[in-house]
C-alpha cells in the first residue's frame, strides 16, 4: 500500500509524494515518487519528467503522513 507523504524540508517549502513504505530509523534517504508542491504543481527544481526522488532524511524537519479516503472509510464515524 502507497502513503502518501509531506516532506518538510529545511528552509524549503514541503514536498508531496508517494512511498510504498515508511522510513525506519536506520534509513538515510527517502523515496518519494510523484514528488510535487502542497498545491499539486511541479517541483522548480526538478527537471519535468522526473517521476522517482530521493530525499536526505538529514535534511527532513519532520514527515506527515496523509490518510486516504479508504482508511476514512474503514474508521467511519461512530455515534453511540
Known amino acids: ?8 524540508v529545511n528552509n524549503a517549502d514541503p514536498v508531496v509524494g508517494e512511498a510504498d513504505e515508511l ?3 536506520q534509513d538515510m534517504l ?5 514528488p510535487r508542491r502542497l ?9 519535468e519528467n522526473v517521476t522517482v526522488m530521493y530525499y536526505p532524511i538529514d535534511k ?9 479516503a479508504e482508511e476514512e472509510a474503514i474508521i467511519g464515524f461512530v455515534r453511540e
Request: aromatic residues 6%; without cysteine.
Open 1 to 8: 500500500m502507497a502513503h502518501t507523504l509531506v516532506l518538510h
Open 23 to 25: 522510513p525506519s530509523s
Open 30 to 34: 527517502i523515496m518519494i515518487r510523484n
Open 39 to 47: 498545491d499539486g504543481k511541479d517541483l522548480n527544481f526538478l527537471a
Open 60 to 68: 527532513l524537519n519532520f514527515i506527515e503522513i496523509l490518510t486516504g
